[in-house]
């Protein structure tokens, strides 16, 4: 039986943005970052989650299990899910009793014991790499860009399968010399398997509205696909 209790914001039965191949997404309640670009602003409060237990989460995860093939699982998003480290660490060695594949989608704004417990049972870190400059990563998300880095550090000590994730958002961080110390990062840290550029939206405008709070960003234009897919063609050879 399950002795520990998660807060959960929403699942998504089968997704396909979050890993590889077809995924069971968990979205936990709670963040601790404030980052202006966020789509998900009602996730920020602790206490506004649905009382969840690991062993409820299990059973309807083996539902879809026919589905994940090889490559698909679960993926553990948010919010920030390293603010429910104990409950995720319950939640993965039970699913990997099952074989299922396991993803963390993290800032990888928390790097200790219960942390590294955690990474051992996962298969692969979706990391959210915010920006390439420090002042700019603190401004924007009121988290220290080393943060960051020393969990991709940690990432690299232990060989941890790993996708860098960047929001690219136009006049922030999209310049020549940031996009360039993005994919330098997949040079320097071999357990970098692949760079996943998301361009920046704003279809979160509703939320704020309903939420009584401004979006942060509502004056800065979306990004372009086309800029992304010629990014990516520009440093297919990084990727490669």
């Known amino acids: 039986m399950s002795s520990i209790v998660g807060q959960v914001h929403s699942i998504q039965s089968l997704g396909t943005v979050d890993g590889p191949g077809l995924r069971f997404v968990v979205f936990l309640q709670g963040c601790n970052l ?25 059973n309807k995860v083996l539902r879809y299990k026919s589905y994940y093939g090889a490559e698909g699982g679960v993926t553990v998003s948010g919010g920030e899910p390293l603010m429910q480290t104990e409950f995720l660490i319950e939640l993965f060695k039970k699913l990997k009793n099952y074989d299922i594949h396991t993803a963390l989608d993290t800032s990888g704004c928390v790097l200790n014991d219960d942390v590294k417990e955690l990474l051992n049972h996962t298969d692969i870190v979706l990391l959210d790499f915010k920006y390439t400059n420090p002042e ?30 960047f929001v690219v958002i136009p006049g922030l961080n999209d310049s020549e010399e940031s996009i360039e110390k993005l994919f330098d990062l997949k040079k320097r840290y071999s357990c970098v398997e692949k760079i996943e550029l998301l361009p920046f939206r704003k279809l979160c405008l509703e939320k704020y509205d309903e939420m009584g709070i401004e979006f942060p960003l509502k004056d800065i234009p979306e990004a ?13 050879k990084a990727l490669s």
Request: net charge negative; with cysteine.
């Open 34 to 58: 404030r980052c202006k670009c966020c789509h998900n602003p009602d996730t920020w409060d602790f206490s506004g989650g649905e009382d969840t237990s690991a062993d409820e989460l299990v």
């Open 136 to 165: 700019d990563y603190l401004k924007y998300t009121k988290m220290e860009m080393g943060t960051a880095q020393d969990f991709l550090d940690y990432l690299q000590q232990i060989n941890k399968r790993t996708w860098l994730r």
């Open 224 to 236: 372009k696909q086309s800029f992304v897919d010629e990014t990516y063609k520009k440093y297919e």
